[in-house]
């Protein structure tokens, strides 16, 4: 396929990518993730493709000792699924070093949104923004709010919500610019559970009934992403503020009830 194509580079986003999931299958992690991606390698080098960029993730930083979180801060994943990752990062620069594969390697913080034609539609959904949604629309009765008494100002958890748009834009850019490395993809701006689902109500016109939980083991407290680096190497700022990642969110599954099952 590469070489019938003259493929010049390789955008490279499948995975798996449910931690819950890896931790109790974490073969199926290590067997997609990284001898899946051994393979595609392989293939690269048999065609003469000269890049790859690579969909990583913040999993990879584990539980972070500073906030936000730079590209030089220390990686120890805490579960399969970000271990795979990480392991797959460390496999593409070896090649990058032995058979001249120009690597970039984008660490996304927590993708959001959806354009018109394409949106969220997971075979089991874990991400906030669509389970809120889901229960605007009914297919679930509550939303659970894991943790309530972190230290953040609300005192649940805070994530740094990235518009998919704005992930896809940076990785033309990636493609058609010079420039290599490791970058971290997120707006630098964090927001907690209980603004989320504030931006859900508010879009949606409808009550989220809540359910306070425990918080899950291993969830840092605040993830923020310091993505001064893209911004420099690629030009790159995300416009997308989260309401309006909401508003995205929410008008494709308005138009999709049932996923891509419509």
């Given at each position: 396929?590469?070489?019938?194509?003259?493929?010049?580079?390789?955008?490279?986003?499948?995975?798996?990518?449910?931690?819950?999931?890896?931790?109790?299958?974490?073969?199926?992690?290590?067997?997609?993730?990284?001898?899946?991606?051994l393979?595609l390698?392989?293939?690269?080098?048999?065609?003469?493709?000269?890049?790859?960029?690579?969909?990583?993730?913040?999993?990879t930083?584990?539980?972070?000792?500073?906030?936000?979180?730079?590209?030089?801060?220390p990686?120890?994943?805490?579960?399969?699924?970000?271990?795979?990752?990480?392991?797959?990062?460390?496999?593409?620069?070896?090649?990058?070093?032995?058979?001249?594969?120009?690597p970039?390697?984008?660490?996304?913080?927590?993708?959001?949104?959806?354009?018109?034609?394409?949106?969220e539609?997971?075979?089991?959904?874990?991400?906030?923004?669509?389970?809120?949604?889901?229960?605007?629309?009914?297919?679930?009765?509550?939303?659970?709010?894991?943790?309530?008494?972190?230290?953040?100002?609300?005192?649940?958890?805070?994530?740094?919500?990235v518009?998919?748009?704005?992930?896809a834009?940076?990785?033309?850019?990636?493609?058609?610019?010079?420039?290599?490395?490791?970058?971290?993809?997120?707006?630098?701006?964090?927001?907690?559970?209980?603004?989320v689902i504030e931006?859900?109500?508010?879009?949606?016109?409808?009550?989220?009934?809540?359910?306070?939980?425990?918080r899950?083991?291993?969830?840092?407290?605040?993830?923020?992403?310091?993505?001064?680096?893209?911004?420099a190497?690629?030009?790159?700022a995300?416009?997308?503020?989260?309401?309006?990642?909401?508003?995205?969110a929410?008008?494709?599954?308005?138009?999709?009830?049932?996923?891509?099952?419509?």
């Amino acid at each position: 396929v590469l070489r019938g194509h003259e493929t010049e580079a390789v955008i490279h986003y499948a995975a798996d990518a449910l931690v819950g999931e890896s931790m109790e299958n974490p073969a199926k992690y290590y067997r997609n993730n990284v001898m899946g991606g051994l393979s595609l390698l392989e293939g690269m080098v048999g065609a003469e493709v000269s890049k790859m960029v690579f969909s990583s993730t913040c999993a990879t930083y584990g539980v972070p000792g500073t906030v936000p979180i730079d590209e030089d801060c220390p990686q120890n994943p805490v579960n399969p699924y970000g271990h795979s990752k990480l392991t797959f990062e460390g496999m593409l620069s070896w090649f990058a070093k032995i058979h001249g594969i120009t690597p970039v390697i984008f660490r996304y913080f927590n993708a959001a949104g959806a354009s018109a034609r394409f949106g969220e539609d997971h075979r089991i959904e874990t991400h906030l923004i669509p389970n809120v949604l889901f229960v605007a629309q009914g297919k679930r009765d509550m939303i659970e709010v894991f943790g309530t008494e972190y230290e953040t100002p609300d005192g649940s958890a805070v994530r740094d919500y990235v518009h998919v748009c704005d992930l896809a834009a940076v990785h033309r850019q990636a493609v058609e610019q010079e420039g290599s490395g490791a970058f971290n993809l997120g707006t630098g701006r964090g927001h907690s559970v209980w603004e989320v689902i504030e931006a859900c109500r508010r879009v949606t016109g409808h009550g989220i009934p809540v359910v306070e939980g425990d918080r899950r083991v291993g969830d840092p407290p605040v993830l923020v992403a310091a993505s001064e680096k893209a911004a420099a190497v690629f030009d790159w700022a995300p416009a997308t503020d989260l309401e309006e990642m909401v508003r995205s969110a929410w008008k494709w599954h308005e138009a999709h009830p049932d996923g891509y099952g419509d």
